[in-house]
């Protein structure tokens, strides 16, 4: 498992699979969190590009992630479980991309045998994303194997006044002043108390996670 290890200000470059922490995630990142600046062209991810069986927890990215035709501000593809995760990332791309979303570019079943149910559950987005093709709030896809069910997404929201859509392929929709309001978490059974607290600017951040100077 990967704990208490923060990322630091760096700027990482490639083609495919580009991540703040980890590209590819099957086992347990717990209460990290990355400030990075990321380019490339597909699966790009704050703090993962692909969480296949894997879970997330406690975590956020903070990233600014150029150029990406699919991308999402923690992590690329969720294959796995995200809860009590926040994004904060950036996305700006000129590229006609489909799969880009503020927190998950992409919901699907693992490769292989599935060990862990597809979720992403207590979990908000709040970056901005500048895209000419379409892009998505929470999450940008979010299919299983059978074609008919939907990985779930529960207690979820990103803030369509800072992402600045409507759209998402799962979560809801909330403004910049219900995102900075306790009442909306406390409503939807998020812990304030153990888990969550809120940031200088208002928003949502995690009680455990290592910040930089001034969060």
């Known amino acids: 498992a990967y704990s208490h290890l923060p990322h630091g200000n760096t700027q990482i470059e490639g083609e495919r699979q580009v991540a703040g922490l980890v590209s590819e995630n099957r086992g347990v990142i717990e209460r990290c969190g990355t400030l990075v600046k990321l380019s490339g062209r597909y699966e790009l991810g704050g703090l993962v590009s692909r969480n296949e069986n894997g879970e997330i927890r406690e975590s956020y990215s903070d990233a600014a992630i150029t150029g990406p035709l699919s991308g999402g501000g923690l992590c690329a593809i969720n294959a796995g479980l995200v809860e009590n995760c926040y994004s904060r990332s950036s996305i700006t791309t ?28 207590n979990s908000v987005a709040y970056g901005r994303i500048k895209a000419n093709g379409a892009f998505y709030g929470l999450s940008g896809s979010n299919i299983r194997k059978d074609a008919v069910n ?44 153990e888990t969550w607290k809120f940031g200088n600017d208002g928003y949502p951040i995690l009680r455990n996670a290592v910040y930089p100077l001034g969060k």
């Open 94 to 121: 000129e590229k006609d991309g489909d799969l880009i979303a503020g927190l998950v570019g992409f919901q699907r079943e693992p490769f292989g045998k599935r060990t862990i149910d597809v979720a992403v559950i």
């Open 150 to 193: 939907s990985a779930a997404v529960e207690n979820s929201f990103w803030d369509t006044d800072s992402v600045g859509t409507q759209e998402s392929k799962g979560g809801q929709g909330i403004s910049s002043q219900e995102a900075k309001n306790p009442d909306t978490y406390r409503s939807a059974g998020w812990d304030l108390a």
